[in-house]
């Protein structure tokens, strides 16, 4: 192909996306949102299960191995626990492996931290700002438990790992072969992609909230009846747009998360990544109560383009790159 | 056996499942939140025509399938196999009447045909697009009447029955869509 030069994006949406990003800078600066810029490159890096980050080798003045950060989280709490209130930063993200209509390895993540909201306050600020960026109107609230209860039969929290592995099989959704059947949050998102995604956010957006415990990532767990971590995804027509988090701020769980989610990758067969991090001495010394969110940029402006793939709203995707 | 692991699937690849070999033709990466990637993917057999949906999660892995395809000459059939040859290294491949199916009905000596080879072994062939077959016999037409609606069936030098046009005679060449089963026109010697 020899005009693989070319932008894949059309210049109508190309101008559409720099239009979307002057709003959502006009909305966090009339808010108070300082903005703020952080390393793509860092010695830290999020310990997730799931989340791939390239590394970087050679000859870097002090010789350790750095990361390509999968989101500015960390740094940005850095911020937050010197004394920052209110923070957004656009940035790029580099995931490895991530790739397909809704992905792109490298992507535009929009993330901000407010100190003092909690998960409700939280949600608030997200549905506004999707509402200012797309039209789209105010977002409904669904637990992950209604989800459940309404599209799955069952309550996702309580029911053992083999009623959700009866549910999927009766359901006919093809089950990959490797997924183990005592990998209960492997059958969860089975069950969430199949049968409760394409029906979130048809009408109006809707922010899923009150994950399991189990996938509480760097959220909070809050210990009611049973335990459930506040952390929210915001979905418009069955595509997650952003996902937040009533902000973890208690170090030792960190500590405990992360031995855990290097434990789940090397049994993947992934290998670990480092557990300590400049996060975790700012949690030491104190991150105030606060909720942070990040948003996929790329997804945004395509659904503003009416678009189904990301590659359509970007100048470069991966593939020409 | 060389493997594939799901992060280079892609569209087009052809792989091993349970002994067959497949095309992929549709591989979607969906990943939930924080959650596992998973590759949706749709995937052809290349022996039965089927279509498989199968679902993978990250870290699997398929067998690569040795699929290739060639050019074949059809020469004859011997009872029940097929006997084609590569036009380029003039190998001889044999097919069963099962294998060829409906293709026999357009096979004449010299016709060339696309034949998918999977470990070496041929497992389909498939005419070209248009052949030319002769009239072998026909109930004569109506004389003047060129209305194409009406129709009779004719038998084709392969054997094959046809629905043909009424005015079409025996020992006439007619071109056939292979795609259809259709006669499309008649054709000057």
């Known amino acids: 192909m020899f005009d693989d030069f070319r932008p894949r994006a059309s210049w109508d949406n190309l101008r559409l996306r720099a239009k979307l990003m002057r709003k959502l800078r006009e909305f966090f600066d009339s808010r108070d949102f300082l903005e703020v810029e952080t390393p793509i490159l860092s010695a830290d890096t999020v310990v997730d299960r799931n989340l791939d980050p390239f590394w970087v080798a050679g000859d870097h003045c002090d010789g350790t191995r750095r990361w390509l950060q999968t989101s500015p989280e960390f740094a940005m709490k850095r911020l937050m626990a010197d004394g920052a209130k209110a923070i957004y930063q656009v940035a790029r993200a580099i995931r490895g492996g991530e790739f397909g209509a809704l992905h792109n390895p490298e992507f535009t993540i929009v993330e901000w931290y407010r100190s003092g909201h909690g998960m409700n306050e939280g949600i608030g600020l997200l549905s506004k700002l999707t509402d200012v960026l797309l039209g789209c109107g105010t977002s409904v609230r669904l637990s992950y438990r209604e989800a459940f209860d309404e599209h799955v039969g069952l309550d996702p929290h309580r029911a053992e790992t083999q009623e959700l592995v009866a549910v999927a099989r009766a359901s006919k959704i093809d089950v990959p072969a490797s997924l183990n059947v005592t990998d209960r949050d492997g059958w969860l998102e089975l069950l969430l992609v199949n049968l409760v995604e394409p029906y979130l956010g048809v009408e109006c957006p809707t922010v899923l909230y009150g994950y399991p415990a189990s996938q509480a990532a760097l959220a909070q767990v809050n210990c009611g009846q049973c335990a459930v971590a506040e952390r929210f995804e915001l979905y418009i027509d069955g595509i997650e747009l952003a996902n937040g988090y009533h902000e973890l701020l208690d170090p030792g769980e960190l500590r405990r998360r992360n031995a855990e989610n290097n434990a789940m990758r090397r049994a993947d067969g992934k290998s670990s990544l480092p557990e300590d991090s400049r996060l975790l001495r700012a949690m030491e010394s104190g991150l105030p109560d606060m909720t942070g969110v990040a948003m996929g940029f790329d997804r945004v402006a395509m659904l503003a383009a009416g678009a189904t793939r990301v590659a359509d709203i970007m100048a470069f995707p991966f593939d020409r790159a | ?189």
């Open chain 2, 1 to 189: 056996m060389a493997s594939i692991s799901t992060s280079d699937f892609r569209k087009g690849l052809k792989v091993q499942i349970e002994g067959d070999p497949y095309l992929m033709i549709e591989c979607n990466f969906v990943k939930p939140g924080k959650g596992q990637a998973l590759y949706k993917c749709k995937l052809r057999n290349l022996v039965r025509n089927t279509v498989l949906d199968r679902t993978y999660k990250s870290g699997e892995s398929l067998e690569f399938a040795d699929v290739e395809e060639i050019d074949a000459q059809y020469l004859y059939r011997q009872g029940d196999i097929f006997v084609f040859m590569d036009n380029d290294n003039y190998e001889q491949y044999e097919l069963s009447a099962e294998q060829v199916d409906d293709v026999w009905k357009y096979l004449k000596e010299g016709t060339v045909c696309s034949m998918v080879l999977f470990d070496g072994n041929p497992i389909t062939v498939t005419p070209p697009n248009h052949v030319v077959l002769k009239i072998e016999y026909c109930e004569p037409g109506a004389k003047g009447n060129t209305a194409t609606n009406v129709t009779k069936s004719v038998k084709l030098e392969t054997g094959a029955e046809l629905s043909c046009p009424s005015f079409v005679e025996m020992g006439e060449l007619i071109r056939i869509d292979t795609r259809t089963g259709e006669y499309i026109e008649r054709v000057k010697e």
